[in-house]
């Protein structure tokens, strides 16, 4: 029973983030002004001719009224009937899929880039001993702070300027998947999620670090780096586990400019032409497929917080079981 409320509630999650999405976007491209039957027929600049405007007016039940066609809307979106791209003539589940698998890859590496990034500074944070040591890390904790706050814009524009302007080591554009294509367009979205998962993990291990578990382990004869690999990190991971869904959900919005500034093929790029050409279906069909997939990433999550503890599943039964009014410690 505790899995199908599990699933009934991260069910009920996705159907409301659709219906939020549907409603935001719908209402967000009328405000913006504008006939999108003009963008059926090409654009502003087709000409079209009075009768191929109430033509198309009627196709797409743009001649109904507004609350007629947000109904509509919400009845295709809960449906997932996403219908065709009014530009590309071509249905949007397509276009979406053959987008999908270039964002995924480049959030995937960027998330693993952010994850190693974060570890590698939580470590050395922790096993730091002197003077020099912990003046540096020091300067890690504040570069922790100013690398969670960089704009993704901004810190691409440095590296392209650097590393392909400058030294000439990597594309400025990468439209592949090698390592070189994906290091500078990765780095640019890893960084900023790695200043918030090195803040976090860095707690998380001082803390562990100094936890009665630890000691008792030293008092064995463990070494530092013993207790701190074998022990201390498993509990520290479990805020970073849980960012890191939210991390994911970041790292595919951030997409939507580092695509563009990499000229690179993803959601992102097609987000940002079907949202010139007022291409309603398609950034319906791409905002929706993000969110949901933030809903599935924070799931998995979830699910991976209990495999790596298993006191959090032996608590909800604990929970679950107890007698009203008592309380479970």
């Keep these: 029973m505790s899995l199908v409320r599990w699933l009934l509630g991260r069910l009920a999650a996705a159907a409301l983030v659709a219906w939020v999405?549907?409603?935001?976007?719908?209402?967000?491209?009328?405000?913006?002004g504008g006939d999108p039957s003009e963008a059926i027929l090409g654009g502003a600049g087709s000409q079209a001719s009075p009768e191929a405007m109430a033509r198309v007016r009627e196709e797409y039940s743009l001649d109904e009224p507004l609350v007629v066609q947000y109904l509509l809307q919400l009845q295709r979106t809960a449906t997932f009937q996403l219908g065709d791209s009014y530009a590309r003539r071509r249905p949007v589940s397509e276009l979406i899929g053959d987008q999908l698998a270039g964002t995924l890859v480049?959030?995937?590496?960027?998330?693993?880039?952010?994850?190693?990034?974060?570890?590698?500074?939580?470590?050395?944070?922790?096993?730091a001993r002197g003077r020099a040591a912990r003046r540096a890390v020091g300067l890690l904790r504040g570069g922790e702070v100013v690398a969670s706050v960089m704009p993704h814009f901004w810190l691409g524009a440095v590296l392209i300027a650097v590393f392909a302007?400058?030294?000439?080591?990597?594309?400025?554009?990468?439209?592949?998947?090698?390592?070189?294509?994906?290091?500078?367009?990765?780095?640019?979205?890893?960084?900023?999620?790695?200043?918030?998962?090195g803040q976090v993990m860095r707690d998380g291990l001082e803390e562990a670090h100094q936890a009665p578990f630890a000691t008792t382990a030293r008092t064995r004869g463990a070494s530092e780096r013993s207790v701190l690999w074998r022990h201390s990190l498993r509990h520290a991971a479990l805020p970073a586990i849980a960012l890191s869904g939210w991390a994911f959900g970041s790292l595919l919005s951030g997409a939507v400019v580092v695509e563009t500034l990499f000229g690179r093929p993803g959601l992102g790029r097609l987000l940002v032409d079907a949202t010139h050409?007022?291409?309603?279906?398609?950034?319906?069909?791409?905002?929706?497929?993000?969110?949901?997939?933030?809903?599935?990433?924070?799931?998995?999550?979830?699910?991976?917080?209990?495999?790596?503890?298993?006191?959090?599943?032996?608590?909800?039964?604990?929970?679950?079981?107890?007698?009203?009014?008592?309380?479970?410690?």
């Design 21 to 32: 999405v549907a409603t935001v976007v719908f209402f967000a491209l009328r405000a913006a």
């Design 277 to 329: 050409a007022r291409d309603v279906p398609v950034v319906l069909g791409v905002v929706l497929v993000i969110a949901l997939g933030y809903v599935v990433v924070m799931s998995v999550a979830d699910v991976l917080e209990r495999i790596v503890d298993p006191r959090l599943r032996s608590r909800v039964e604990a929970v679950r079981t107890a007698p009203t009014g008592e309380v479970v410690a």
């Design 165 to 197: 302007g400058g030294l000439g080591w990597l594309p400025a554009t990468s439209a592949g998947s090698s390592p070189a294509d994906l290091m500078l367009p990765a780095v640019t979205l890893a960084v900023p999620v790695a200043g918030f998962l």
């Design 106 to 127: 480049l959030a995937g590496w960027s998330l693993l880039l952010a994850w190693l990034i974060a570890l590698t500074v939580a470590t050395v944070a922790v096993l």
